[in-house]
Every structure is written in structure tokens, then in C-alpha cells.
């Protein structure tokens, strides 16, 4: 009976688990490509909350850049993140963590609002005045 029972268990993964496994099974080069769309998809959704905050608290004309450097350093932690988290090293097998989930789940809503911010930029651009 308990072998019956834990052959039961083996078999019952959550769903989440088994979507970070596939997401961890993907081609090395896969990996690469999605962190770094999702590093640039975050720092592109990062990008109006950094220029807002620097706006209406910091300006000065001899800090213009320092938005810009803010929303990279935000990018590339954010694809430091990533790597740590799904490519590692070669021929390293990554363990199945929650913040993997968590890392996938954040890049896909970034990119999703970087579509939205898009679209509605566009929309805006067509209308007449």
C-alpha cells in the first residue's frame, strides 16, 4: 500500500513545478535569448517610473543622463537575476526554484506592459489634434 502511495506522490507535481522544469529543460541558448528579452522588456517597463521620480524630485541639467544609467543598472541586474537563475554555467543543471516562477512571471508581465505602453504611444501618435 505505501508503495502504491509514494508511486502516487511521484506522479502528482504541481503544475508551477512542472512549468519551471520546462522552462529549465529548454535549450542553453533558449535561456539565453528569453532573459535577455525579458531584462530589456523590464527595463523598458521600468523605464517611465525612473524618468517620473527623477522629474518631478532631481532634476538638474547636469544630471540628464542619470535616468538612463538607473534604468540600465535596473536592466542588467535584472539579467544577472535571470542568468543566475535559469542558465548558470556550462553544463550546470539549474535546481527548480520558486523564483525561477517568480523570475518568469515578472519578465512576462513586463513585456506585456511594454506592449501596452507601445500600443498606446502609437494610438496617440495617430490621432489628430
Same mark, same amino acid.
Given at each position: ?10 506522479y ?6 512542472e512549468? %519551471? ?7 542553453? $541558448? %533558449? ?8 531584462a ?5 517597463? %521600468?523605464?517611465?517610473?525612473v524618468? #517620473?521620480? #527623477? ?23 535584472? #539579467?544577472? $537575476?535571470?542568468?543566475?537563475?535559469? &542558465? ?11 523564483a %525561477? ?5 515578472v519578465?512576462? @508581465?513586463? $513585456?506585456?506592459?511594454? @506592449?501596452?505602453?507601445?500600443l ?5 501618435? &495617430?490621432t489628430?489634434i
Open positions: 500500500m505505501s508503495q502504491k502511495k509514494s508511486r502516487l506522490s511521484e502528482r507535481k504541481p503544475l508551477t513545478l512549468f %519551471v522544469q520546462w522552462c529549465l529543460r529548454l535549450p542553453r $541558448l %533558449v535561456r539565453i535569448i528569453v532573459v535577455a528579452i525579458f530589456l522588456a523590464f527595463t523598458l517597463a %521600468v523605464s517611465p517610473a524618468d #517620473y521620480a #527623477y522629474l518631478a524630485y532631481m532634476f538638474t541639467e547636469e544630471t540628464r543622463v542619470l535616468p538612463s544609467l538607473v534604468s540600465a543598472a535596473i536592466g542588467i541586474a535584472f #539579467y544577472v $537575476l535571470g542568468w543566475w537563475l535559469m &542558465i548558470g554555467t556550462v553544463g550546470e543543471t539549474r535546481p527548480a526554484r520558486p %525561477v516562477l517568480v523570475y518568469v512571471l519578465g512576462i @508581465i513586463a $513585456l506585456c506592459l511594454v @506592449i501596452v505602453l507601445a498606446s504611444g502609437y494610438s496617440e501618435a &495617430i489628430p
